[in-house]
T-cell receptor
Framework: GAGVSQSPRYKVAKRGQDVALRCDPISGHVSLFWYQQALGQGPEFLTYFQNEAQLDKSGLPSDRFFAERPEGSVSTLKIQRTQQEDSAVYLC??????????FGPGTRLTVT | QKEVEQNSGPLSVPEGAIASLNCTYSDRGSQSFFWYRQYSGKSPELIMFIYSNGDKEDGRFTAQLNKASQYVSLLIRDSQPSDSATYLCAVADSWGKLQFGAGTQVVVTP
């Protein structure tokens, strides 16, 4: 079946621009996670949804980062006033229950 | 101190040999343990998960968990060049939030 999809796959933003990254989870998966991966590092947790409820946003680096999942399916990660340190790969993962997470292809964000 | 530790490698393994990857974690409350494979420029791919102490085998892969020692390992038997990748160890809390190690790069040489 279809896996997790993310769009855009690549995004170049000028410093100060706002960006929106989309995640379409596997159909029926109630849990959705966002991670940020810097080059040469493992993914770092950003935030977690169970259906439409955001249960943990402790990993969001600043109040410029905002995530939503209004209908419990598609999720959007928004970054306002992008900075160079925001350059990374943003990964979305979904799971049916709590544990086994399946990742999308990621969005590579470059802030110039 | 990172909560999930892995040797960064690279781990060079001759084709056909066994690759052994290790991971330690600090949170005794961790519930479940995962190994992901990540090819360069790609996203992590789940290859193994283990929840109970002991061994779990799936094809050429064996995961081993020792909660008392806070240690999890991955063995890759009959290593192939296609196994060359970075292997990420991940530990989940009760909510399922994953904490990853930095990964071990494996290079399988023909």
């Amino acid at each position: 079946g279809a896996g997790v999809s993310q769009s855009p796959r690549y995004k170049v933003a000028k410093r100060g621009q706002d960006v929106a990254l989309r995640c379409d989870p596997i159909s029926g998966h109630v849990s959705l996670f966002w991670y940020q991966q810097a080059l040469g590092q493992g993914p770092e947790f950003l935030t977690y949804f169970q259906n439409e409820a955001q249960l943990d946003k402790s990993g969001l680096p600043s109040d410029r980062f905002f995530a939503e999942r209004p209908e419990g399916s598609v999720s959007t990660l928004k970054i306002q006033r992008t900075q160079q340190e925001d350059s990374a790969v943003y990964l979305c993962a979904s799971s049916l229950a709590t544990y086994e997470q399946y990742f999308g292809p990621g969005t590579r964000l470059t802030v110039t | 101190q990172k909560e999930v530790e892995q040797n960064s490698g690279p781990l060079s393994v001759p084709e056909g040999a066994i690759a052994s990857l290790n991971c330690t974690y600090s949170d005794r409350g961790s519930q479940s343990f995962f190994w992901y494979r990540q090819y360069s420029g790609k996203s992590p791919e789940l290859i193994m998960f283990i929840y109970s102490n002991g061994d779990k085998e799936d094809g050429r892969f064996t995961a081993q968990l020792n909660k008392a020692s806070q240690y999890v390992s991955l063995l890759i038997r009959d290593s192939q060049p296609s196994d060359s990748a970075t292997y990420l160890c991940a530990v989940a809390d009760s909510w399922g939030k994953l904490q990853f190690g930095a990964g071990t790069q494996v290079v399988v040489t023909p």
